[in-house]
Nanobody
Framework: QVQLVESGGGLVQAGGSLRLSCAASGRTVSMYAMGWFRQAPGKERELVAA????????YYPDSLKGRFIISRDNARNTVTLQMNSLNPEDTAVYYCAADRAYYPLVVPTTLSEYDYWGQGTQVTVSS
């Protein structure tokens, strides 16, 4: 079983950037496809980025392409989400999640595919 801990959240002005990190422990992160989700108050949790076990494939919703970038460092057991050009609509709790994907190129894109979750980190974007 893998444990996930997010960091890097905080308060940022609109137009700014933040870099979120997810540190994995217990099992090597290379065994998992990884995703970042977010949940704003009163809204459903949504996927913002995902990456395959190998790191060669990624997924972003069309609305976030070009602003968010997911990457992974399997040697350091970390996954990172770079967020640029932030706006108040990006305000949410951001969660790191892991999927026990068998195939190294698969990118899971639905919430139900993910098996392990971090506690989340708050991102607040002021206007």
């Amino acid at each position: 079983q893998v444990q996930l801990v997010e960091s890097g959240g905080g308060l940022v002005q609109a137009g700014g950037s933040l870099r979120l990190s997810c540190a994995a422990s217990g099992r090597t992160v290379s065994m998992y496809a990884m995703g970042w989700f977010r949940q704003a108050p009163g809204k459903e949790r949504e996927l913002v980025a995902a990456i395959s076990r190998s790191g060669s494939n990624t997924y972003y919703p069309d609305s976030l392409k070009g602003r968010f970038i997911i990457s992974r460092d399997n040697a350091r057991n970390t996954v990172t989400l770079q967020m640029n050009s932030l706006n108040p609509e990006d305000t949410a709790v951001y969660y790191c999640a892991a999927d026990r994907a068998y195939y190294p190129l698969v990118v899971p894109t639905t919430l139900s595919e993910y098996d392990y979750w971090g506690q989340g980190t708050q991102v607040t974007v002021s206007s």
